[in-house]
């Protein structure tokens, strides 16, 4: 469940953080169901290496769809 400002935007209304912002979260979430599987935890103080994951390829994600946003810098 997402606010509708985390998922959508009016491409040339929308600020360049709210792009990154909802990229961000669009990545995240889809590492979550590409990984989830791989990277289930049984206690939640293991939860860091879902979330670890799932941070990194959000990363990972935005520089491959926008690399102009130096997403690494």
């Known amino acids: 469940?997402?606010?509708e400002v985390k998922i959508l935007m009016k491409p040339n209304l929308s600020s360049e953080s709210l792009k990154w912002g909802i990229a961000q979260t669009f990545?995240?979430?889809?590492?979550?169901m590409w990984f989830?599987?791989?990277a289930i935890t049984e206690f939640w103080t293991q939860l860091w290496l879902k979330e670890g994951i799932a941070q990194y390829m959000e990363f990972v994600g935005v520089y491959t769809?926008?690399?102009?946003?130096?997403?690494?810098?």
């Open 36 to 38: 989830g599987n791989l």
């Open 1 to 3: 469940m997402y606010k």
């Open 65 to 73: 769809l926008f690399p102009e946003w130096e997403t690494w810098t």
């Open 27 to 32: 990545c995240h979430e889809l590492a979550h």
